[in-house]
């Protein structure tokens, strides 16, 4: 089965949460960024916990050690279950991260390419590839990559042994969900679903997917 991962990039609380709920039925996780968190707190989290879904807070945490470990540390202590960090900080943040995932029986996921056009200017030319291998040495649970380029992924998925692959970029950036389902673990979706008119019923037609 792969994952519906909700990317619920709203800025109006209210919003937010009646979004997550018409389409709670129809995924496995909600995906919660800096734009919700920096206009309703990080305690939304507690709002969001009614839906009994997992939180994924994507901060892609990009900082030295001590403000990674920081910064994870009020995330789980938040509620949220997983944590998105950037892999390019190096090793030292990365781990930092990953453990205070463990600390809180969390996990953390590491970014080893982006889905949007800029992103091939600096993750590739192999960089992407050492990110996933440092994220797998890391003993992170998983990595995230581009639904944009189907091929990326499947090239770092051959890197990374058992750790799992979300993947963002279906809908509003092009990606295509039938191109990457059989490869990844999770897909996470934000406009193509919170911009629709009917967010559950989107929702319940990317849901195939979960068979």
């Known amino acids: 089965m792969t994952a519906l991962i909700l990317a619920l990039d709203v800025t109006d609380k209210t919003k937010a949460i009646a979004i997550a709920t018409r389409c709670a039925p129809h995924i496995d996780a909600v ?125 770092l998925k051959l890197l990374i042994g058992d750790l799992k692959i979300y993947s963002p970029g279906v809908g509003a950036q092009g990606g295509d969900i039938s191109a990457i389902a059989s490869i990844v673990d999770g897909i996470i979706i934000g406009r193509a679903i919170y911009d629709a008119e009917d967010p559950g019923e989107v929702a319940l037609q990317f849901a195939g997917i979960r068979q």
């Open 31 to 155: 995906k919660v960024g800096y734009p919700l968190v920096l206009s309703a707190g990080l305690l939304v989290a507690e709002e969001l916990a009614d839906l009994d879904l997992p939180l994924i807070a994507d901060f892609k945490v990009a900082d030295i050690p001590n403000t990674s470990r920081l910064i994870a540390e009020e995330v789980f202590t938040s509620g949220y279950d997983t944590l998105i960090c950037q892999g390019f900080t190096g090793r030292d943040s990365v781990t930092a991260c990953v453990e205070v995932a463990r600390e809180y029986g969390g996990d953390c996921f590491v970014v080893t390419e982006m889905s949007h056009p800029g992103a091939t200017e600096f993750f590739h030319g192999g960089i992407a590839e050492r990110i996933a291998v440092l994220a797998k040495e890391c003993d992170a649970d998983g990595i995230i990559a581009p639904a944009t380029r189907p091929d990326r992924v499947a090239s």
